[in-house]
């Protein structure tokens, strides 16, 4: 791999403009450019090759320019492109709802949206709707999405809700139990106790449970850092949660589709949600979501809510086309090559100074820093994202401090082993850099 010491003239151009032109609000963590991309890997405009290490925010579960993808979204295209699904049944999304339900073991029912948060969206309508109860929950370091509603449940950066309020009311939120750095002073062994218990006293003083709806979670938190729960944490929540008859909700939009080697990352937890959102890595690309609902809570009437784009045919058989690549192989490669690619990564970069902890399940990982003890390091997170890109290697930050690794799930063993090579080398530039 050759090392990208500037900007090349192509790239710099379009950054040029792209700055003068779109909004201020987009984020730009480095300046790179895709011309296009092939398998795990992406050319820029200057045809500089890289590997790519964040599937655009773990979205690109088939990589890209898969050939089945593209002659599914080729042949649906050729056929029509949109007739809106809220009004006419199609069969391509028909097909695609009967896929998923089967997927979760039936007894679901699916509403479609474009994105993440358009999902989340229909989840608190359909549970305030369906429970007539107003409250909802969600943790501390958690990500919904950004729309009004969605951004009221996030409260992984206060830099994105700064400015926008009122956001919608009726929101509570309570400590995840991080166990890499629990809240309440707990210790990693009874921070799943004491959030609990937390919990209850919060129904007991404040938050009658009778006014709340759901709980919204990530199996693993995503933009918070990935973060994962306390073995059996999610079991011992949903019972809890059953006693006073509010819903769960997984929002499986990043860890779903197989990221963390399994289709639903709750299945790890051995739990059964009463909703699940899914939607970035469900259709290699193409704007998805779903809004998967136990089939008991199906109690709005036609009309109740609807999109004019959500449930398109185009996405649909992206969507078909990319859960026939995971059943063929994608969601056992996950696992297997994650696995490997966690302990390459841990073997290479734990102990070593600023190296706080390496986490994760299946594709979905994270390498923490740390300054004293487990405070935050986010100036030499950010420094070694920089110098990945400079190396060829494309990765992205999660949270306050951890550098995410959320590549295609087509990755092979050596790709991995040569990415993780790469942030070895990454770490030890931005470590010289002091
Ligand atoms: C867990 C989770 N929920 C919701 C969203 C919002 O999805 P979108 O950006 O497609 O609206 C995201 C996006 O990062 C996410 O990670």
């Not at 709707?129 to 958690?142: K, M, S």
């Not at 059943?327 to 841990?346: C, P, S, T």
């Not at 487990?374 to 110098?387: A, G, W």
Request: net charge neutral.
């Amino acid at each position: 791999m050759t090392t990208h010491t500037s900007v090349g003239p192509k790239a710099k151009a379009i950054l040029e403009r792209d700055r003068k032109v779109v909004s201020s609000s987009y984020a730009r963590p480095y300046p790179f450019v895709p011309h296009r991309g092939e398998g795990v890997w992406l050319f820029d405009v200057d045809g500089r090759k890289y590997l790519d290490f964040m599937g655009g925010i773990a979205v690109n579960t088939t990589g890209y320019a898969h050939p089945k993808v593209v002659e599914a979204v080729t042949e649906q295209a050729r056929r029509f492109a949109h007739v809106c699904f809220s009004d006419f049944a199609h069969e391509p999304v028909v097909s695609l709802a009967e896929r998923l339900v089967e997927k979760l073991g039936g007894g679901y029912r699916v509403y479609f949206g474009n994105s993440g948060t358009e999902a989340i969206e229909a989840a608190i309508k359909l549970a305030r709707y369906h429970t007539r109860r107003p409250y909802l929950l969600a943790f501390t370091g958690a990500f919904h999405g950004r729309t009004m509603g969605s951004l009221a449940l996030t409260s992984s950066n206060s830099k994105y809700r700064e400015g926008f309020s009122p956001l919608m009311p009726y929101v509570v939120h309570v400590p995840f139990p991080d166990p890499f750095r629990p809240p309440f002073n707990a210790t990693e062994q009874n921070v799943a106790e004491v959030v609990l218990d937390y919990l209850e006293h919060l129904f007991a003083t404040k938050l009658p449970p009778s006014e709340v709806a759901a709980f919204f979670v990530e199996p693993i938190q995503g933009e918070g850092g990935y973060v994962l729960p306390p073995p059996g944490f999610f079991q011992r929540l949903k019972a809890l949660l059953d006693r006073h008859g509010i819903l769960l909700v997984a929002d499986e939009i990043q860890t779903g589709a197989g990221r963390t080697g399994t289709f639903l990352a709750m299945a790890h937890e051995g739990v059964v949600p009463d909703m699940v959102t899914l939607a970035k890595g469900l259709a290699s690309g193409y704007p998805l979501s779903a809004l998967l609902f136990r089939e008991e809570l199906s109690s709005w009437p036609s009309g109740a809510h609807g999109t004019t784009f959500g449930g398109n045919p185009v996405a649909a058989a992206a969507a078909m086309a990319t859960l026939d690549l995971l059943e063929g192989g994608l969601i056992e490669n996950a696992r297997r090559v994650g696995d490997r690619l966690i302990r390459e990564l841990k073997a290479r970069m734990m102990g070593r100074p600023g190296v706080g902890d390496v986490r994760g399940r299946g594709l979905m990982i994270a390498i923490d820093f740390v300054k004293e003890g487990r405070d935050h390091n986010p100036k030499l997170r950010d420094r070694i994202v920089n110098e990945a890109f400079a190396l060829g290697l494309l990765t992205l930050p999660a949270g306050p401090s951890a550098l995410r690794v959320s590549p295609p799930l087509i990755l092979t063993e050596s790709d991995a082993m040569l990415g993780a090579e790469l942030l070895q080398r990454a770490y030890e530039r931005a470590l010289e850099l002091g």
